[in-house]
């Protein structure tokens, strides 16, 4: 048999299984198609303790059983069984938070019912597709546990069919291979450009990496023969692959890929761009251990001594003597002759090489591109544009059915966050997850035929208070650790397959939900579940005036009117760590800068980036704001969580009574709605106490006695604050919503707080 013949067998089982679970006379119909399972098939199942009685049940939160320091034991929580990626109204899917008590039998009946139906419709056709299989067990089996509680039915699946693929000739191997791939000099790609539409042409650079990853994976599987179930992940630049053991074979498919690409790369991005692609054997008894794990950081490492020798064998290439140009006003680079304007529409635009002019006109039309296809066909009509990735075409369609129409049999069909199974009746069609949430705008230019995404100048009109732009970076803390070490002895290939498919739909899928529908996946969703317990929020509404540039794998780069993306680095957060069930060790930082429309945009990624770097600095789990660097529970204002406060810093302040409000959040929160305006002197003079407590430590600084910064740090404050507070109108200090405030801004475990206390307020009420 075939690779994908065999992966199709053991997706046609799980089928069996997922219908078998729902209703046993319709599991005995789908049995009975079966054919006689393949030696490659069995073993694969028996490296995988998949056996003829392995139930499918209720799924336990994987993130529970991740650990990297010693903490007390944690709580079991579970899903409910839904259908995790599904749109009931052409919108996102909600976000599956998990439960503290397995699922009651009145929810499992009811979503056998729902599962019993789907499968009813699959026709004779069907049940040779693998892909429209693949899709409705991971529709219907992400939230179900198959054999051990906290694998979920998609992922054995999947890691069995892969291992069988890479088993496929020869079933009694003692090893299959592992490959990894890293597409190194993104930030540089993305970030290090300066231009009219920036922003467009950001969000289309990201999303063309996206392609380009793809296209890195479709050639690797079409040189090794492989099925699409044998990616464990792809994405942001990064990809890890399941191969045979045939050393040899698959050595030679990696340096044709290698060189292929990185020849083009060199040639097309003047080497800004590199391909590191490595592979190592594993044991095929280490698929269910820790050994898989520790396989998976070794590759990784490997790649890590690829990019310190770039280019090695193309030096001469790089330091010979080229022709100079005028450079491109976009990226800079000049050694091309053919500059253009940028927006051909306008005559004054900016030149801009082919590239940049290519991302430019891209960036708009991905609003509404719904379908994409791959082809070596040069003249397909789509009605949008196409571009070329490495002897493949890719065709942008804002229809997926006319996508469908045109496709031929040996071309790919990518749908973009579509998970309507009635489009995936051709076996050539695949899911594109894509964090991609933007709001269009109120603007339409002369040749665009609909306005596309919001502007930063629109974003500045649409803020609260100060006319300004935020930008939001922010990524996942120690994943490669979760990776390497998270689950300890239990480090197996399904469990690793799982943790990285969790992590892709929360970046690529739901926070598109939580951007287009806060009030569901947040406001609403914190009424009936418990990890979303104690959410702070400052305003009630959706927030809608946003445009994610990128969003995936572990990380994202969002931008938007400033007080929304203040609020929204809240609610990833929230619903990130409810997510994940609150395990102390997922945890995510991040970064805010705030800035004009016209200020360049490298700079804002730059600025941003640095507040990320700053919070990672602050012992992670931070968010860097407003010149400050603070604990997520600092700025929430978490009162249960002030241990985030060092443990000296605690005892110091120990004959302190606690203040009724903690943080920077509530005193925001509380004193934006008072009734009545305070006096923008109270906000100045939070600013002046702010600084007057940083110059002193500054002068300072080289004092042994840490006695005296503290002192400076926590009660400089009060007499500068007793003297504020009463100079306020009377109609403010006895205000009931101002009380709490006035006591808790004169109580030193606020005292840090001041200066991020005051910004905020200042930008709010500009």
């Not at 006319?402 to 899911?431: C, F, G, I, M, S």
Request: overall charge neutral; aromatic content about 10%.
């Amino acid at each position: 048999m075939t690779s994908q013949a065999v992966a199709l067998q053991v997706i046609q089982q799980a089928i069996c299984a997922l219908a078998g679970w729902a209703d046993p006379s319709l599991g005995d119909r789908f049995q009975s198609q079966l054919s006689t399972e393949d030696q490659a098939v069995a073993k694969a199942k028996e490296l995988l303790s998949w056996h003829d009685d392995t139930q499918i049940s209720y799924l336990e939160l994987l993130f529970d059983a991740v650990k990297l320091s010693n903490g007390n034991e944690r709580n079991e929580q579970h899903y409910c069984p839904v259908v995790a990626i599904e749109a009931s109204d052409n919108s996102y899917p909600p976000i599956p938070y998990p439960l503290t008590a397995p699922p009651d039998l009145e929810a499992l009946e009811a979503y056998k019912t729902i599962v019993k139906q789907e499968l009813k419709k699959i026709g004779e056709q069907d049940w040779h597709n693998l892909s429209l299989l693949t899709l409705i067990v991971e529709k219907y089996g992400s939230c179900l546990s198959f054999g051990e509680r906290n694998i979920a039915l998609i992922d054995m699946v999947r890691s069995t069919a892969a291992v069988a693929s890479a088993l496929v000739d020869n079933p009694d191997a003692n090893e299959i291979g592992l490959i990894a791939g890293d597409l190194s000099g993104i930030q540089k790609f993305i970030y290090t450009i300066a231009s009219d539409g920036a922003l467009k042409s950001l969000r289309a650079r990201s999303f063309y990496l996206e392609l380009v990853t793809e296209e890195i994976v479709q050639q690797l599987l079409e040189e090794l023969n492989l099925p699409r179930t044998n990616i464990i992940y792809a994405g942001g630049g990064n990809l890890y692959v399941l191969a045979s053991n045939d050393t040899s074979k698959v050595k030679a498919a990696l340096d044709t890929i290698r060189e292929r690409f990185n020849k083009w790369l060199k040639n097309t991005f003047q080497g800004k761009l590199f391909l590191a692609i490595d592979y190592l054997p594993v044991p095929t008894t280490a698929l269910k251990t820790k050994g898989f794990a520790d396989i998976w950081t070794h590759v990784t490492k490997n790649l890590a001594k690829q990019k310190l020798r770039k280019f090695e064998g193309d030096i001469h290439d790089f330091i010979q003597l080229k022709p100079s140009h005028e450079p491109c006003r976009v990226c800079h680079r000049d050694d091309l002759q053919s500059l253009k304007n940028l927006n051909r529409f306008e005559p004054d635009s900016s030149r801009a090489c082919w590239m940049c002019r290519t991302m430019f006109e891209l960036g708009d039309e991905l609003f509404d591109i719904k379908a994409i296809v791959r082809s070596k066909r040069s003249n397909i009509k789509c009605g949008v544009q196409r571009i070329y990735l490495q002897k493949r075409y890719y065709y942008f369609f804002q229809e997926s059915e006319r996508a469908l129409q045109v496709a031929k049999d040996d071309e790919t069909v990518l749908l973009v966050n579509n998970w309507n199974l009635k489009n995936y009746h051709k076996n050539n069609t695949v899911p594109l997850l894509l964090g991609n949430y933007a709001q269009r705008s109120e603007e339409k230019e002369k040749y665009q035929k609909k306005a596309g995404f919001i502007r930063a100048n629109e974003m500045t009109e649409k803020a609260e208070g100060i006319a300004r732009v935020g930008y939001l970076r922010m990524d996942v803390d120690r994943l490669g650790r979760i990776f390497a070490e998270g689950l300890g002895e239990n480090q197996t290939l399904p469990r690793l397959a799982g943790l990285s498919r969790q992590m892709s739909y929360f970046f690529k899928v739901y926070l598109n939900s939580l951007a287009k529908n806060r009030k569901q996946n947040l406001l609403e969703a914190r009424n009936s579940v418990k990890t979303l317990e104690n959410t702070q929020c400052l305003t009630k509404d959706d927030r809608p005036n946003l445009l994610f540039i990128y969003a995936g794998g572990d990380d994202l780069f969002v931008s938007g009117a400033w007080n929304e993306i203040v609020e929204f680095s809240f609610d990833v957060y929230q619903c990130f760590r409810a997510y994940t069930g609150k395990n102390p060790d997922i945890t995510l930082s991040g970064g805010i800068s705030i800035d004009g429309a016209k200020f360049p945009l490298y700079q804002a990624a730059k600025t941003s980036g640095e507040a990320e770097e700053a919070a990672k600095g602050n012992g992670r789990d931070s968010l860097g704001l407003f010149g400050g660097k603070f604990k997520w529970d600092e700025w929430l204002g978490i009162s249960e969580n002030m241990n985030v406060i060092d443990a000296e810093i605690r005892t110091y302040l120990s004959p302190e009574v606690k203040p009724e409000l903690w943080g920077i959040f509530p005193i925001v929160d509380r004193l934006n709605n008072v009734d009545t305006n305070y006096s923008r002197s109270f906000i100045r003079n939070l600013l002046l106490t702010a600084e007057a407590q940083e110059n002193m430590l500054a002068k300072i600084q080289e004092e042994k006695s840490e006695d005296i910064q503290r002192e400076i740090r926590y009660y400089l404050h009060l007499p500068k604050i007793v003297y504020t507070l009463a100079r306020l109108p009377s109609q403010v200090r006895d205000n009931e919503n101002f009380a709490p405030v006035r006591t808790s801004l004169k109580n030193p475990y606020n005292a840090p707080y001041f200066r991020a206390i005051a910004t905020w307020l200042e930008l709010l009420n500009r």
